[in-house]
Structures are given as C-alpha cells and as structure tokens.
C-alpha cells in the first residue's frame, strides 16, 4: 500500500482546465486503486465550507488537508515538509507545473506534472508579473523534481527545448477526459432541450487571443452567408471576449454566446454540432478536441500542435493564421467523409484506445510504485 500525495488546490477551486485535470486524475486512482492512501494538500480558503468540489473528495481513502493558516499559499509552495513527513507520504505528485520547495532532502520522492509552457512561448498573452511568478515555480520545481511528466509530446518538445538538462526525468502521460465521455453518445444521450435545432458549429474554451476565436470569426464573415452556419461559443474572457463581441456583430455573424453550457458536461453540445472548430495556436493538450471526438462531433483544428498531435486523421487541420485554410476547413465538416455515423464513431474509437482512463491510470500508478 502506497501512501501518495497531491497538491489540491485546483483540484478543489478550478471550474475547468487545471482543474478538471486534477480532479480527474484523482477520483481515476482512488477508483482503479482504492488499496492507497491519497493526502490532498489545499489552502483552506473562506468558501472551503461550502465548497461543493469537496464532496468529490469523500472517499475513504482520501484524506483532504486544509491549510487555514495565515499565509497558506506560501506554506503550500515553501512549507510543506512538516505536513507531508507527519502523513508518511512517500510520493508527492505537484499537479500543476510546480512542486514544494522543501521537501528537497526530506527523503519524500516528488513528480511534477507539466501542462505546458505558453508564458514561455507566447509572453504577449500573459501579464508580466504573472509570466514571472510561472517562470519562477516552473524553474524550480524542474530543477527538485524527481520525475516531470508532460501531458503531450508537444509539451514535452517544449520543455526539451528550454530546459534541454530535464530529459533524462522526462515522460508523456496523456491526459483522459472526464467519465461520462467515454459513455456512447448514441446509447446514452445526454439532455438536449437546450440545443439548437438548426446545424450549427461550436467553439468551446476560454476566449483569449491565442486560441484565436477572432480568426474564426473573421473566417466566417468571408463565406457567403448561404454556406455560413450558425456559431455557438461556450466560454468566458475580458477584453479579448468583448473584442469578439463587437467583430462578430460587426460582420453580422450568427452568433449565440453562452458563458458556460449547461453548467456541467458539454456532451450534448458536442454531439449535436456539425463540427468542434478549435483553431487554438497552442495548447497544452487541448482538451475539448479530445471531448468532441469522444462525443462524437467531427472537429476543425490547427497544424503543428499538440490537437494535432493526438487527433491525427480524424480531425480536419488547418493553418490557424490563415483565413484561406479555415474557410476550407469549415466546408469540409460537410462532407460525407467527416460528416457521417461511420467517421464520427471511427474516430470516438481511436480517441478510446488513445485515452483509455484505466491505461492512463495505471501508467501513475506504475510510476508512483516505481518511486516509492
């Protein structure tokens, strides 16, 4: 029996992205191994009480520890070796992109999981303080860590790239989606009173300029209005989410605007779209390509990055920058060979040997027990 650690906090206070992947991964284990003990380690902040992510964590042998000490948020960055030794872990995994600083010399073996490095790649999207504050921990906890883990190939390129010293600790785990994914759409629908009934193409993900919601719209003002379908977006931003606003209008795009679906799983959305278009110009994984395909919804996608990496032939690729290869891109979803039963459930299948949850799985625990 094993007795593993877990930086929680996105696990218990992200709605999506590094959050999903955390909670996730955690209820995947203690489900697939539940012999372990799992201590999630989390600041204890004012809604912690009241918090609905924590009945997620209610299994028993998960044992959640809430740090409500002045100043948690340092103590979960520099102060956990006390903690950590008195719980008699033997593995700590940091879940996103950073590790504790002192459980260097503790005897405690650590993982970091590495989403990606974007601060690195595209700066101008980031703050700079915030750019910083990423460098700082990303460095460090490369540096401490054990074992880095990558959530792509193209992550793990990214990182041999800037820190060409790493490789030798460096591996790709994929990362599944959430459960109810994997359950055949066909066979077990979601609830679809909420959808359109006309066809419609959809964009899921937060709006900030890298993923280039701007480009697409731009791609559909330049189409004849007969070959236009309607766009459904599900996703928050600021500034670059207003920008948006105004261009679609501007170009009288048919647009429904939703801040986010249904408040849960966005299955429905994807099964009942023509086509997921997601013309991000980088990501670390990507992770509504995955969704949609699992959902069974054909889906436009960018070259050269990581949804390419892992979608392969059963999405259309196109150039992102280019208004020319979207247009295409968009036509296509149309036709019969993206368009029908066969090449939908073709393509769930891949995604389900692909992202197998169980394989996923197994692959931590194979490293956890290897470490410890």
Request: charged share 20%.
């Amino acid at each position: 029996m094993l007795s593993l650690g877990f930086d929680a906090k996105r696990a218990l206070y992200n709605a999506s992205g590094l959050g999903n992947y955390a909670r996730t991964l955690l209820g995947n284990l203690v489900a697939q191994s539940p012999e372990h003990n799992y201590h999630l380690y989390a600041p204890g902040r004012k809604d912690s009480g009241v918090n609905p992510r924590i009945a997620a964590f209610q299994h028993p042998s998960q044992h959640l520890h809430l740090d409500r000490r002045l100043g948690a948020h340092l103590h979960r960055t520099l102060g956990m070796r006390s903690q950590v030794l008195r719980d008699r872990v033997q593995v700590f995994h940091g879940l996103s992109n950073e590790i504790p600083l002192d459980l260097v010399g503790s005897g405690v073996r650590t993982i970091m999981t590495v989403h990606d490095l974007l601060f690195l790649d595209h700066p101008e999207t980031y703050p700079w303080l915030d750019r910083q504050i990423y460098r700082l921990k990303t460095q460090s906890g490369l540096a401490k860590a054990d074992r880095i883990v990558a959530i792509s190939r193209t992550t793990r390129d990214r990182l041999v790239h800037y820190f060409p010293q790493i490789q030798d600790r460096l591996e790709v785990i994929y990362q599944p989606c959430a459960p109810d994914y994997y359950l055949d759409p066909w066979e077990h629908p979601s609830e679809t009173s909420k959808l359109p009934e006309q066809p419609y193409w959809l964009y899921v993900g937060n709006i900030e300029a890298r993923k280039n919601l701007r480009g697409l719209l731009k791609a559909l003002g330049t189409m004849p209005i007969s070959d236009r379908l309607p766009l459904v977006v599900i996703g928050k931003g600021g500034s670059e989410a207003l920008a948006c606003r105004r261009l679609g209008s501007q170009l009288g795009l048919d647009i429904r605007w939703i801040a986010n679906g249904n408040g849960g799983s966005l299955r429905s959305w994807y099964h009942g779209a023509t086509a997921l278009v997601y013309p991000s110009l980088a990501e670390g994984f990507g992770l509504p390509v995955a969704e949609a395909l699992l959902s069974g919804c054909p889906v436009v996608t960018s070259t050269d990055t990581s949804m390419a990496e892992f979608s392969g032939p059963y999405a259309v690729l196109v150039d992102p920058k280019d208004t020319d290869s979207l247009v295409e891109g968009l036509r296509k979803t149309r036709l019969s060979e993206y368009a029908s039963l066969q090449s939908r459930q073709n393509a769930r299948h891949a995604m389900l040997k692909l992202l197998d949850p169980a394989n996923l799985t197994q692959k931590w625990l194979n490293l956890y027990q290897q470490m410890a």
